[in-house]
């Protein structure tokens, strides 16, 4: 038998996850599966890669409107690594939380407490926040006895300075939590342990990363000091559905002039907005840029202009700019993006290569660009296994 850490990334109706081995003594640890359950609740269907992005197995068993839930989905992949992954013991899970608040800036062995904790700021990421806890508890229902660790996307930004996490709102305010957080920070965390292979002489770095979910962050030495993600994940760039920065005063004017109640704003801010809101045609940015509406071209036209304008008040926070690194979904798959971003922020010294961007570098710069680019695939979940194993021990 060998040992192996579980990680686990749910969402609403779907969870991803990834087995790894090894880890120990410096090395990094290695996917040997990568899987997922999508349609948990409607359309149920089951597919696993092999560490190298193979192919492994593909299951479809279960009828349209299958009331298969977290816990039914949890317990099939658990049976299913026993059946087809007999080989390999796991002996712990590590999952991916996106809020920890105040109170968690570190991994943490998840207990009850620990679980009461993270249901007090459901409110602040409702998207996510309720199915990491789902998760976590179909896990403990099904194998009570298995390890499970907390791995939080905002503890990364933990590092940043107060000013950088200050609303100016009153002090009771701020004191009772409601403050600059960041989000996507296990993605930024392992960014910046690539960064330090690829480019170990850039001390100051923009980070975007872009997907259907999207944010940038300004890392210095490594570490988090400014991101465009404020309190909650709805804040900074456009993203697939959600509006990123927007006035408060179109909140309180859709409030008090058109009606809207607290549930309306919540579903307009997360679901209805965004590339989707701009384009009306999708949150995909692979149809809008396949789409001839004029509307799909102004929601491109919004999202390259946000970021670019984000790399020079990032560059300004760090004082600024060594490197430039792209990755998420888009940022890893869309060289015309990429292009567009690197060629607007051309005055801070970046020149592109475009047949490196073409080819997914990972350097996009061209030689003597005194800011060199990048596009650098993320692993949020080698992340997770990398702090799975630190909290548990070696044991683990």
Known sequence: MQDANLVINAGSSSIKFAVFVGGGDASEPEAVFKGQMEGIGSDPAFAVKDGAGNPVDERDEWPRGSPLNHVG????????????????????????????????????RITAEVIGQLRKLVPLAPLHQPHNIAAIEALA????????????DTAFHSTQPKVARLFAIPRELIDSGIRRYGFHGLSYEYIARQVALHAPEARRVVAAHLGSGASMCAMRDGHSVESTMGFTAVDGLPMGTRCGALDPGVVLFLIQDRGYDAKAI?????????????????????????????HAADAIDLFVYQITRYVGSLAAAL???????????????????????????????????????????????????????????????????????AVLGATA
């Open 73 to 108: 989905a949890i317990r099939y992949i658990l049976g299913w690594l026993k059946e087809c992954a007999g080989h390999l013991d796991i002996l712990a899970a590590g999952h991916r939380v996106v809020h920890g608040g105040i109170a968690y800036v570190a991994p943490v």
């Open 141 to 152: 229902e099904v194998d009570p006895d298995l390890p499970q660790v907390a791995c939080f």
């Open 266 to 294: 919540e579903t307009l801010l997360y679901k209805q907005s965004g590339l989707l809101g701009v384009s009306g045609v999708s949150n995909d940015m692979r149809d809008l840029m396949a789409s001839r509406e004029r």
């Open 319 to 389: 004082g600024g700019i060594d490197a430039l690194v792209f990755t998420g979904g888009i940022g890893e798959h869309a060289p015309a993006i990429r292009q567009r971003v690197c060629e607007q922020s051309a005055w801070l010294g970046l020149t592109l290569d475009p047949e490196a961007n073409a080819s997914r570098g990972p350097r996009i710069s061209a030689a003597g660009s005194a800011v060199s680019a990048w596009v650098i695939p993320t692993d949020e979940e080698r992340m997770i296994a990398i702090h799975t194993r």
